[in-house]
């Protein structure tokens, strides 16, 4: 696997291009800089590997455009050392944005050959999330509680299984409505029963299916 330094090139600008669109949290650039987004793509479509938009990784899922990644990042706050579940490993991508943040990351895929082909890409390149192959609306209780929760897929609303695996003071973002556009939704757990939400902006994802894995 070549990380060339024409691909260093291209994402030191993609960086700049986040920084530019409003990214303050220097972490997020810094993760953005140095992962080498081209190997988490076919090798024939590398040229847009550097470009900030969203990319097709086959089984009907996409690696998120970057700024998209960026943002979800940032609202989580992350912190070195927080437990953080991903609800929707894809390429891998994200979670290694996080590890490079200092962060453990528990991430479910519902989706078997993503699966199969992200447990083997992330060590490759030096990162170990925790993966697991399942229903991302149930999340994970066995090691729950988690610190943060991120999802990466559109829901159609808040999977409840999963708020419960979040401890008080703890943050889920997640993007919510139909399949073609959804609001970034920012939820802080106050405690058992309260939570604090604010919208942060229209975006696109893959539907967030629930009880089906493949």
Known sequence: MIDSYKHKGMRHKLAEAIRDKGI???????AINKIPRHLFMDSSFEKFAYSDVPFPIGSGQTI?????VAVQTELLEVKKGDKILEIGT???YQACVLLEMGAKVYSIERQRNLFDKTRLLLPSLGYNPKMFYGDGYKGLP??????????TAGAIEVPEDVLKQ?????????????????????????????FDKSENGNFAFVPFLKDKVR
């Open 90 to 92: 894809g390429s891998g």
């Open 142 to 151: 066995a090691f729950a509680p988690f610190d943060k929760v991120i999802v």
């Open 24 to 30: 303050t949290d220097e972490r997020i650039i810094e």
């Open 64 to 68: 998120s455009q970057p700024y998209t």
């Open 166 to 194: 979040l401890q008080v003071g703890g943050i889920m973002v997640i993007p919510v409505g139909n399949e073609k556009t959804q609001k970034m939704i920012r939820i802080k757990k106050i405690s058992e029963n309260e």
